[in-house]
Each structure stands twice: as structure tokens, then as C-alpha cells.
């Protein structure tokens, strides 16, 4: 069976800017609370390598390998629970996908729209996904993606958010918002603080 490998920049490419911003270095021996999580039926994993050429931030990345279209896995970590996403203001993260390949891996947030309330339960996923941006995913190198910087669109939520209004809340599948719109439409939103993770999905269905 054909496999489909993913990559993306490991170390400190998931930058989350808000009061001190420090780096976690994560190995093959020491995932810094970092977990490995498959998801749906099939083979799925995630293993790290030195490549592929020159990652953004030195040697080291993860590389996501799914040999199935039913299969998936998901990298994340419980680090930044309880994390206001107003407060962020530098977020990005970089790709490289094999040739032949499809899409890159998602960013996922695990999310509650009122991030003040102690009580507060979780509420879905945000989920950004590069291959919104117009085609500019390229196969054999390796993109950055500046979230917040460039204002990407791409965003959309997993779940019904509770409390912020009536009718369809925005931020769809179908019309995914910017980071700006998902501050705007969603200002108390943050990373669910009873047990939220933030990390990076591939698979499950759309390679």
C-alpha cells in the first residue's frame, strides 16, 4: 500500500508569542509533553527526522505517515490550556510536503468560547488549514505559515460555539475566517483550560 508522508518544522515552530516567549525542544526521547494520538481506523504516525533538506529551524521535524485515506494521527500537547487567544500575537508554523502529496498537516486548537469561566466545558476544534490559502501549498520545500503576521484565512470550527449570539455562528468549513475575524466574532474564545491541546493533525480523510 502507497504511503503518504507529511512534515512540519518541530521545535520551536509553533510559536506562540504572549508575556515570555521560550522555546521547547522536543526529541525522539523527550517529547516535552508533546503526545502521539491516532485517530480513526487505520495506520498512522508520527516519527522524528533530521529532514527533509534545511527545516526553518534546524534538523529536526516531524513526519507524519499515513498509509491509508481512512487513517490519521494527532501531535498536540495540554501546554497552553487555559491560553486567552487574544493574547496570542505571533503564530506560525512550517510544512514540507512530499511530492505526490496532498495537503499539509492542520494546526488544531481544542477550544471554549469563554475561556474566563472556570466551568466552562470544550466546544470543538478551531482548525486551520494551509490549502485554503489559493493554492500556495507547494510540493518538495518548505512553507511557513504566519498566521497572525499575514492574517491568513483558513479557520473554521469543528463545534457550535454557546453564547455568542443567535443564527449560524461564522467561521464555517465552508467560510473559514481569518485569525483577525476569528478575534472578532469570537473575542473570550481560548484553548479549553480543563484539558485543551493544541497540535497538528493529518489524515483522516482528506489526503
Known sequence: MMKFSRYFALLASLVFVVAVSAQTFVTPDDLSGWLIIPENDGNADVQFVEGPGTPPLGT????????????????????YAGLSLADISRLQYSTYINPGG???????????????NPTATWQGRLVFEPQTQSDTVIEDQWQTWRIIEDDLRGWWRSG???GVGVGTPPCTQGQPCTWSEVINNYPDAGVWQGAGRVGFKA?????
Open 60 to 79: 529536526g521535524s516531524a513526519q507524519f505517515t499515513i498509509d491509508d485515506t481512512s487513517s490519521g494521527v494527532y501531535l498536540a500537547t495540554p501546554a
Open 160 to 162: 457550535t460555539p454557546q
Open 102 to 116: 496532498a495537503n499539509a498537516p492542520t494546526l488544531q486548537l481544542e477550544v471554549n468560547y469563554d475561556v474566563n
Open 203 to 207: 489524515g483522516s480523510g482528506w489526503i
